[in-house]
């Protein structure tokens, strides 16, 4: 009847063709198989609960005592994490992120803006990353900042020695009494020996629930990559100022894009034992100019932040 057409708001002949496509549709073989025969393979609730929970305390339980932590998953901390992975498969590498997704400033090239610059030298490093760009000279374009920064991810997360804790703040370092060659401590100073993490909602809620003491990881090495001042970041140094190891920052200065980018890159080192600050931390550190929209000294400082992690690692 015309009303029905009506409310289904299709007329009859319509209604024939969405019944044969149906029936087509039925016979097709998609990689499911026949549409008509699809189901998920049977499961409990419980199995995805333990698939997931067994895994993450297992990983808990073996990063405990780690060989290098990581902190931050920015442009800077995946480079280096990436640079150590390829190279040392026999050490065991954690990522700590206060987000939930890892790759902090390095989802867009700067403002809302998609494309990423690098200056060269540091295509080298998308030529070993498998990342495509365009060449303009002096420097490159990647068509989209998160084509770098999923591709990086990818690599990263594949290594079998290398896990990420996102979701996780590092709320504190670990420290020893700083023992010299000749085994003579000098005044307070110390070494860093791991970091004091909690999940980042735990953190953001101390002023307001008590008694939510943090979880540790040891290890002999650690790299800052935390980003310049912010909500979030420059963690590191700014704690190390406040436990009397670094006099006082020198606070990030304006931008400069060529002075920031050599700067950064070739300051990059371990600024207490045992702690290797890298990235727009730094630039917090040395009072170094930032260089906004421009990714190539992310990429060498945390190729850098690697040679000197294993240069102490082996120390
Ligand atoms: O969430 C932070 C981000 O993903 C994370 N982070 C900060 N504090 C942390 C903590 N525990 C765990 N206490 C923490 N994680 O660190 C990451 C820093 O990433 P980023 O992209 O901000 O820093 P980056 O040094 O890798 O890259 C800087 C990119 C910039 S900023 C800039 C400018 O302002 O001029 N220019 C560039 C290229």
Redesign the pocket.
Known sequence: PATKTIINGAPPSTKTTVTELKSEEAVQTSMFGKWSDFAFAPIRESQVSRAMTRRYFADLDNYAESDIVI????????TAAYMLGKQRPDLKIAV????VS?????WLGGQLFSAMVMRKPADTFLNDLGVPYEDEGNFVVVKHAALFTSTLLSKVLSFPNIKLFNA????DLITRPHIQATGATLGGAVRIAGVV?NW?LV?MHHDDQSCMDPNTINAPVVVS????D?P?????VKRLVSMGQVEKLGG?RG?DMAR?EDAIVKSTREVVPGLVV????LSEVDGAN??????G??VG??VKAAEEALRVFEE
């Open positions: 902190v931050g998953a920015g442009s800077c901390g995946l700590i992120e206060a987000g890892p790759g902090g400033g390095a996780t703040a590092v709320e993490t980042t953190s990559t935390t980003g310049h912010g979030f970041g420059a963690f590191s990030m931008l920031a890298a990235g727009m931390e930032r260089m906004g929209p421009t990714f000294a992310m400082s945390g």
